[in-house]
C-alpha cells in the first residue's frame, strides 16, 4: 500500500497501523467503472503515450506528479488508457505497464525498505511533453528534506516550465462536497510550534486556462461520485462493528452531519490559480472541521507547500489540483474519530474523486 497521501496516515496512524492489513479495510459492492473519456466531445485528441525511457527521466514541458494508488489509476485512465473503462477493481493496482521505476542518486543515509523515488511515464498533449510521476516519496516518509530533493531532481533532469500536483485532499470549507475540485498557485505548510499567521506560504503566479474547464462540454465528461445514501449506511454499519469499543455506536447524522458525503449531481471544479488562495500542507494529525478554524485554506493534504519550497527561486512554476476525498468532520466526534472516518470513505470513493481531479488536470493542459 502506498503510506504517502494515505487518509489512515494524514488523520494521525502511525506507518505501522496505515500499513497494517488489520486496519479497517471497508466493502460496498456493486460500484460503477469509470467511464470511457471522449475526449473528442470537448473537440481535443486523447493524450498521446510516449515510450518512457528507463533509468533517465525525459525532458518534459511540464510534470504532472500525483501520489497514492487510486490517484494513480485515476492519471492512469485519464493520461494513458481513457479509451475503454477502468473496472473499480483497478483502483489499488500498484503497477501499470510502460511506467518506469526512477531510482537514481539515492541519498546514502535511505531508510530501509525506500528504494525508489518514484515511477514516470511520458505523455503528450497538445504537441507537448508531459511526464506523469507517481511519487514514492513524500513530507511524511521518507521526510521534508528528501522530498524536497526529489523535486530539484525532477527539475534539474526534466527541465520543466511547470509542476503540477494531482491528488486527494480532506476537505476544509463547510460546504464542499465529496468530489470537490479545487485548484490554487499556492501552498501553506502546517506548523503545531507557531501561530498561524507565521506559518511559511509558498506561492506563485502560474494562472490555468479556464478555456476547457468553463466548457458546458466538459462537464459532460465529469463523472458524478456514485455516493449513495445506502451505501454509506453500510459503509457506516461496518465502521460501527469495528470501531465499536473505541468510538460507540455512531449515527450517520453524527458522522456527516452536513450531507457532505452525498456528492454534488455535478462535481465542482474551483480554479483559484493565480490568486491569493491556499491549501494547508501538513504530516501530522490534522482535521479540518464544519467549525473549524482552517476554512481560509481550500484543503488539507500532506505534500504540496514542499514543491513550492523546492521550486523557490529556480523560475518553475507550479500548482496543485486536489480533490475532495473526504470533506470537512464533525469536530463532536471522539478524538479520532473524524480521520477514521474520512479515512472509510476516501477508501471507498477516493478513486472516483481522483478521476475527477485527474481530468480537471488534463484540461488546464488541454
Not at 136 to 146: I, K, M, R, S, V
Request: aromatic share 10%; glycine share 8%.
Amino acid at each position: 500500500m502506498d503510506v504517502g497521501h494515505n487518509p489512515k496516515l494524514r488523520f494521525g496512524m502511525s506507518l505501522a497501523e496505515a500499513t497494517s492489513d488489520k486496519r479497517f479495510q471497508p466493502k460496498i459492492t456493486g460500484l460503477p467503472p469509470l467511464p470511457v473519456v471522449d475526449f473528442a466531445k470537448v473537440g481535443k485528441q486523447p493524450p498521446k503515450v510516449l515510450p518512457s525511457p528507463a533509468g533517465a527521466l525525459p525532458k518534459a514541458d511540464t510534470v504532472v506528479i500525483t501520489w497514492t494508488d487510486s490517484e494513480w489509476a485515476a492519471l492512469q485512465h485519464v493520461f494513458c488508457a481513457g479509451g475503454s473503462a477502468m473496472p473499480y477493481s483497478e483502483s489499488t493496482r500498484s503497477a501499470w505497464p510502460g511506467w518506469q521505476k526512477y531510482a537514481a542518486n539515492l541519498p546514502s543515509n535511505r531508510p530501509k525498505g525506500w528504494d525508489y523515488w518514484g515511477q514516470y511515464q511520458l505523455v503528450e498533449i497538445n504537441g507537448k511533453n508531459v511526464l506523469l510521476f507517481k511519487s514514492n516519496t513524500h513530507l511524511d516518509y521518507p521526510g521534508e528534506a528528501t522530498l524536497v530533493a526529489l523535486i530539484k531532481l525532477l527539475i534539474s533532469d526534466v527541465q520543466p516550465r511547470l509542476i503540477l500536483s494531482a491528488g486527494t485532499a480532506g476537505g476544509a470549507k463547510p460546504t464542499d462536497h465529496i468530489g470537490t475540485v479545487r485548484a490554487v498557485s499556492a501552498g501553506t505548510l502546517y506548523n503545531a510550534h507557531d501561530k498561524p499567521s507565521n506559518w511559511t506560504e509558498y506561492k506563485n503566479g502560474w494562472t490555468a486556462s479556464n478555456t476547457v474547464l468553463n466548457s458546458a462540454k466538459f462537464k459532460q465528461l465529469l463523472f458524478p461520485v456514485p455516493t449513495k445514501l445506502s451505501d454509506l449506511s453500510k459503509l457506516r454499519s461496518q465502521f460501527n462493528a469495528y470501531y465499536q469499543k473505541d468510538y460507540g455506536n455512531l449515527s450517520m447524522a453524527q458522522l456527516d452531519p452536513k450531507k457532505l458525503n452525498i456528492a454534488d449531481p455535478s462535481p465542482k471544479i474551483f480554479n483559484q490559480t493565480g490568486g491569493n488562495d491556499s491549501l494547508l500542507t501538513a504530516s501530522t494529525f490534522i482535521v479540518a472541521t464544519i467549525a473549524g478554524n482552517y476554512q481560509e485554506f481550500t484543503v488539507v493534504e500532506m505534500d504540496d507547500a514542499i514543491i513550492g519550497e523546492a521550486c523557490k527561486g529556480t523560475g518553475v512554476g507550479f500548482g496543485f489540483i486536489r480533490n475532495l476525498s473526504d470533506p470537512a468532520q464533525n469536530g463532536a466526534l471522539p478524538t479520532k474519530a473524524p480521520g477514521s472516518w474520512g479515512s472509510a470513505v476516501y477508501d471507498v470513493y477516493g478513486f472516483y474523486t481522483a478521476y475527477n481531479g485527474a481530468l480537471a488536470t488534463w484540461a488546464m493542459l488541454a
